[in-house]
T-cell receptor
Framework: AQSVAQPEDQVNVAEGNPLTVKCTYS??????LFWYVQYPNRGLQFLLKYITGDNLVKGSYGFEAEFNKSQTSFHLKKPSALVSDSALYFC?????????????FGKGTRLHILP | ETGVTQTPRHLVMGMTNKKSLKCEQH?????MYWYKQSAKKPLELMFV???????ENNSVPSRFSPECPNSSHLFLHLHTLQPEDSALYLC??????????????FGPGTRLTVT
C-alpha cells in the first residue's frame, strides 16, 4: 500500500535562510509526488509535482523539490525563506500503475519563518 | 483562485439540522472529491466521484450523503451531525485517466461547526 511520511510536525527557519521540509514515501510501483501549501482558512494550493524526468522539480513561489529514488524521499526546498512562506505544507503520493487514482497525503508540516 | 468554489464558507448547525455544502469546479475536470480536515489529524478522503459516479466511499457515516449531478457540481448533504463532525470540509477536482497529471485542485473549504 502507498504511504507518505512527513517526520516533522513543525520547522522553524530564520528569514533569508534556506529551508527544507522533509517527505518520504512508500509505493509498490513508480510514484507521482506532489507538494501542497495551505494558508490559514484556505484550501490546499498545488505547489509542484514530480512525474518523471529531472529529479529536481521547480514550482511556484521559488520552491523546488528533489526526488531521490534510493532514499524514497521528496524534500521541499527554498534557497531563501520569506516570512510569507509560513504555512502548512503537505506532501502527497500516488502509486503508478495502480487501478485506484487515489492520492495519499502526509499529515502536514507547519513551517514558521522567523523575521 | 484555483477554479474550485465552495459555499458556504462558514456554517454553524445544530445536531438536528439538515444542511448542504456545495462545490463547483470551472476547470473541466472529470473527478471530484470531498475531504475532511480536522485539527491535528491527517486529511481524510471521504468520497470520490469519477464521471459523476461514486467510486470511493471511505467508510463515511450515513449522516453524510454526497450528490454529484454533473461533472462540475458536487454536494455534501448533512443531517443529524455530531459535534465531532466539526471540521474544515474541502472539495477538490482533478483530471483522471489517460496521461493526465492527476494533481488535485482544492476549493477554500467550508468551516463547519456542529453545536
Amino acid at each position: 500500500a502507498q504511504s507518505v511520511a512527513q517526520p516533522e510536525d513543525q520547522v522553524n527557519v530564520a528569514e533569508g535562510n534556506p529551508l527544507t521540509v522533509k517527505c518520504t514515501y512508500s509505493v509498490s510501483g513508480n510514484p507521482y509526488l506532489f507538494w501542497y501549501v495551505q494558508y490559514p482558512n484556505r484550501g490546499l494550493q498545488f505547489l509542484l509535482k514530480y512525474i518523471t524526468g529531472d529529479n529536481l522539480v521547480k514550482g511556484s513561489y521559488g520552491f523546488e523539490a528533489e526526488f531521490n529514488k534510493s532514499q524514497t524521499s521528496f524534500h521541499l526546498k527554498k534557497p531563501s525563506a520569506l516570512v510569507s512562506d509560513s504555512a502548512l505544507y503537505f506532501c502527497a503520493v500516488r502509486d503508478i500503475p495502480h487501478p485506484d487514482d487515489k492520492i495519499i497525503f502526509g499529515k502536514g508540516t507547519r513551517l514558521h519563518i522567523l523575521p | 483562485e484555483t477554479g474550485v468554489t465552495q459555499t458556504p464558507r462558514h456554517l454553524v448547525m445544530g445536531m438536528t439540522n439538515k444542511k448542504s455544502l456545495k462545490c463547483e469546479q470551472h476547470l473541466g475536470h472529470n473527478a471530484m472529491y470531498w475531504y475532511k480536515q480536522s485539527a491535528k489529524k491527517p486529511l481524510e478522503l471521504m468520497f470520490v466521484y469519477n464521471f459523476k459516479e461514486q467510486t470511493e466511499n471511505n467508510s463515511v457515516p450515513s449522516r453524510f450523503s454526497p450528490e454529484c449531478p454533473n461533472s462540475s457540481h458536487l454536494f455534501l448533504h448533512l443531517h443529524t451531525l455530531q459535534p465531532e463532525d466539526s471540521a474544515l470540509y474541502l472539495c477538490a477536482s482533478s483530471q483522471r485517466g489517460g496521461p493526465g497529471t492527476y494533481e488535485q485542485y482544492f476549493g477554500p473549504g467550508t468551516r463547519l461547526t456542529v453545536t
